[in-house]
Each structure stands twice: as C-alpha cells, then as structure tokens.
C-alpha cells in the first residue's frame, strides 16, 4: 500500500485508506501471530517487565530469560523487597544492564508511591526511570488498552514499507501522525501487536526499511567493547560480591586505566561502590 507521505504533519489518511490499512495488517495477524507469553496476560506488572527486557533485546532472548524473572520475582512487592544483586543475577544474559536497576527502582516507587498499582497516566509513567515516551506509550497500549501512539522499530518498519517507498531520511514526527491515524481505537492492544509482528517479518523478508529512518543506528560491534567488559564485570560481582580492584585486569584482559574508568561509569550508575581498591556489588 504504497502512497506518498503527508506534505504537513497534521494531514491524515482518508477513511477508506485506513480501513484497507488496518485490514492489510490485521490479514497477516490473524494468520501469523506469535504466541508471546507477555501477550497471554492483562497484568501490569508482567508487561511492564517485558516491556523493560524488550528494549534493546531480541525477542528470542527475552524468552529466554523472562518466565525465570517472572517466577522468581511474580509482582511489584516482591521485585521492591529483593536486593539488587538478585535482580542483577536474575538479569544476566539480557544484556544493557542499567534496565534491571531501573526495573528495580519502578518496582519501588510503585509500591512506595502508587500503593503497588502501575499509573495509567502516560506523562507519569514516562517520568519513571528508565521508561520515555516510547515505552510509556506501550504501557499505556499494552496495559490499559487505551489509544496511544506507539513508534518502536517494527512499527517504525510498517510504516517506511507501506507509506514512505523511495524516500529516504524519514523523521518520527513524519510518521507519528499516520500512527495516530491508523490506530484501531477499539483495540490498540492487538492492533499494535499486529503491527509488531508484521513489522518482525518484514525485517526477514526485504531490505531493512529501518535503514531509511533518521533515527536509524547501527548497532556497534559488542565483541571487545566497553559494554562487554561491564557485563563481564557485573558477571564477577554477581558471582563473587566483591572483588578487588588490582585483580580485574588480568581477568579481563585490559589495561588498568579502562578497568578503572569502567569501574567509575558503573560505581557513578549506582551498580557498585568502591572501598579500600575493592568494588562491592550494592
């Protein structure tokens, strides 16, 4: 369904053009819908977890990973009363691992503030840590079944194949309102699932659309990065709780300089403390 993009931003499809929108999308869902255990529940705080685990992270991995969370710490009271390093553990193998203090700090201040029940308001949920616009938008759509505009990269993906062919360079504020437009308000729950697994597809079948967003990133190379070697660090003091300071370089295989600065960027995001040349997990 090709068409040309809107010259101004608050211009929107015509009727007909978002009911043969909607039925392109929903076709496909109806018959290649993937069974996501986040997707099998209405409860907040198990969307809100994968929502977390999801940034960043294949869908794959996240399967993976997410029934042990979730087993191991089934609602906000039990996530806000373990310590960190037994979210850090349960964590590990997910990667970026400043979502899981994040996480852990929702679950608090959820239960401290908001006496364990998720907000509904998306300006507050996306005042949490770790949460923005984005997130707090599928919150909003995933929990609540309310209409919001969600632009993740699958839906960003629909959206450059089917209304932005041959263009290159396409900001968000260009395909937000087409998102608001087409948005199935009876529905937007399913609706943008059937988005995401359409867009999921997509990436497998044709040239990635992504490539033409302005927002586009290419992912740099993990393998010898400074995110490696804090994953590997957080894996030590996950297993040892503490470890001197002299001893991780040898380790890792660094110098003492990046081992030290490293140590400081994760001490600063409130993952350790450093006492007398030894870094204690906190």
């Not at 392109?24 to 705080?45: C, E, I, M, Q, S």
């Not at 996530?79 to 193998?93: C, D, I, M, R």
Request: proline share 6%.
């Amino acid at each position: 369904m090709a068409r040309a993009p809107p010259d101004e931003p608050g211009e929107v499809l015509s009727l007909r053009e978002v009911a043969e929108f909607q039925e392109k999308v929903y076709r496909f869902y109806r018959v290649h819908r993937r069974d996501l255990p986040w997707r099998n529940t209405h409860d907040a705080y198990s969307i809100l977890v994968s929502e977390m685990m999801l940034q960043q992270t294949q869908v794959e991995r996240v399967l993976e990973r997410y029934p042990r969370f979730i087993a191991r710490f089934p609602d906000f009271s039990a996530l806000a009363k373990a310590s960190f390093p037994e979210v850090l553990g349960e964590w590990q193998g997910l990667g970026y691992n400043r979502r899981a203090i994040f996480l852990h700090r929702i679950a608090r201040l959820v239960v401290d503030e908001y006496a364990g029940r998720l907000p509904d308001d998306e300006g507050t949920l996306s005042s949490f840590p770790g949460i923005g616009e984005a997130t707090a938008a599928s919150l909003v759509a995933f929990v609540f079944n309310r209409p919001s505009i969600v632009i993740e990269t699958n839906v960003r993906r629909v959206f450059l194949h089917c209304f932005f062919e041959g263009h290159s360079v396409v900001r968000d504020r260009e395909i937000r309102p087409l998102v608001a437009a087409t948005c199935d308000r009876e529905s937007p729950r399913e609706w943008y699932y059937a988005l995401m697994d359409l867009g999921s597809a997509l990436k497998k079948r044709i040239p990635n659309p992504n490539r033409r967003s302005a927002h586009y990133r290419k992912q740099a190379a993990f393998e010898g990065s400074d995110r490696m070697v804090r994953g590997r660090i957080l894996a030590i003091l996950v297993r040892e709780g503490a470890v001197r300071e002299s001893d991780l370089p040898p380790m890792l295989g660094i110098d003492r300089n990046r081992a030290a600065g490293i140590l400081e960027t994760l001490e600063k995001e409130g993952f350790l403390k450093r006492e007398g040349g030894t870094a204690v997990l906190l």
